[in-house]
T-cell receptor, first 114, second 115 residues
Framework: NAGVTQTPKFQVLKTGQSMTLQCAQDMNHEYMSWYRQDPGMGLRLIHY???????DQGEVPNGYNVSRSTTEDFPLRLLSAAPSQTSVYFCASSYGDRGNTEAFFGQGTRLTVV | AQSVAQPEDQVNVAEGNPLTVKCTYS??????LFWYVQYPNRGLQFLLK??????LVKGSYGFEAEFNKSQTSFHLKKPSALVSDSALYFCASTFFNTGRRALTFGSGTRLQVQP
């Protein structure tokens, strides 16, 4: 049971480039989300999904797109990378959508935009 | 607005001593409260949660937390700290009755346990 798998682990982008951060879970969880972690700010929600075909914005969605075509996968797309998007990105999944179950997190992707 | 606060950036404790990591929340209604731990270069791991019922919640690795509605707090505790407990700890909440299913995180507290 792999849990939540994120790829890549590290990435360096130039300003203006685009890329996709991959996230896959094998626990058949309905709820998936993307967070970014910045020093002293905890984790902030970028986008989330309550099931295949359903996505919504979180606190800091600008510059990011998501889609959810299957239960397992929830990729995060950076449209035109900016230095302000330098951060550590975490994908998470949880069972159900009532917010009362624990989330499982991937190992993170450390992104640097130069 | 719904929010979670961790007032201490860092907590230092000697090995064998009890530890407390503080968390307060601000919400109307009943929150679901969680503690997560993050070791260096790793994702977050679930420790424990409060949903309803007994105010004292026991979790992984000997940690426990007490939900205090009057003080709107959910402090993490352990009777005897280990050096291996040194990590970054996050308090988080969801507020289902306001439609907020996603986790709202505090800013994190770094726990340093000295040998």
């Amino acid at each position: 049971n792999a849990g939540v798998t994120q790829t890549p682990k590290f990435q360096v982008l130039k300003t203006g480039q685009s890329m996709t951060l991959q996230c896959a879970q094998d626990m058949n969880h309905e709820y998936m989300s993307w967070y970014r972690q910045d020093p002293g700010m905890g984790l902030r929600l970028i986008h989330y999904s309550v099931g295949a075909g359903i996505t919504d914005q979180g606190e800091v969605p600008n510059g990011y797109n998501v889609s959810r075509s299957t239960t397992e996968d929830f990729p995060l797309r950076l449209l035109s990378a900016a230095p302000s998007q330098t951060s550590v990105y975490f994908c998470a999944s949880s069972y159900g959508d009532r917010g009362n179950t624990e989330a499982f997190f991937g190992q993170g992707t450390r992104l640097t935009v130069v | 607005a719904q929010s979670v606060a961790q007032p201490e950036d860092q907590v230092n404790v000697a090995e064998g001593n009890p530890l407390t990591v503080k968390c307060t929340y601000s919400v109307s209604g009943n929150p679901y409260l969680f503690w997560y731990v993050q070791y260096p270069n790793r994702g977050l791991q679930f420790l424990l949660k409060y949903i309803t019922g007994d105010n004292l919640v026991k979790g992984s690795y000997g940690f426990e937390a007490e939900f205090n509605k009057s003080q709107t707090s959910f402090h993490l505790k352990k009777p005897s700290a280990l050096v291996s407990d040194s990590a970054l700890y996050f308090c988080a909440s969801t507020f289902f009755n306001t439609g907020r299913r996603a986790l709202t995180f505090g800013s994190g507290t770094r726990l340093q346990v000295q040998p």
